[in-house]
């Protein structure tokens, strides 16, 4: 039973320390990565604070980036927040 509550604990630390609720997407997103340089991205979700993203083997990106989505009218300046495997997390830079 203790491990039932320390579970319900945590998903709900989880719950509140994202900036929004996430909203599962399924489209490609364009990673700029120089003045000629681009790179595909798979968006797997995005809150109102930032976006999990899935790069294909062997890609690196650096701690800050300009991320191109079609659910955004511009292009938006991210963060790198974690990583794991194949996946970032990044959050929107707001200016």
């Known amino acids: 039973m203790s491990s039932q509550l320390t579970t319900s604990s945590r998903l709900e630390v989880g719950k509140f320390n994202r900036r ?3 909203v599962r ?3 490609r997103g364009l990673v ?4 000629f340089r681009k790179q595909e991205v798979e968006v797997r979700d995005v809150s109102p ?3 999990r993203l899935a790069l294909p083997e062997g890609v690196l990106l650096p701690d800050e980036f300009e991320l191109r989505i079609p659910q955004f009218k511009y292009p938006r300046t991210c963060m790198k927040r974690w ?5 970032i997390g990044v ?3 707001f200016e």
């Open 20 to 22: 929004g609720q996430r």
């Open 25 to 27: 997407v399924d489209a």
């Open 32 to 35: 700029k990565l120089g003045w």
């Open 49 to 51: 604070g930032g976006a």
């Open 83 to 87: 990583e794991s495997g194949l996946e």
């Open 91 to 93: 959050e929107f830079k």
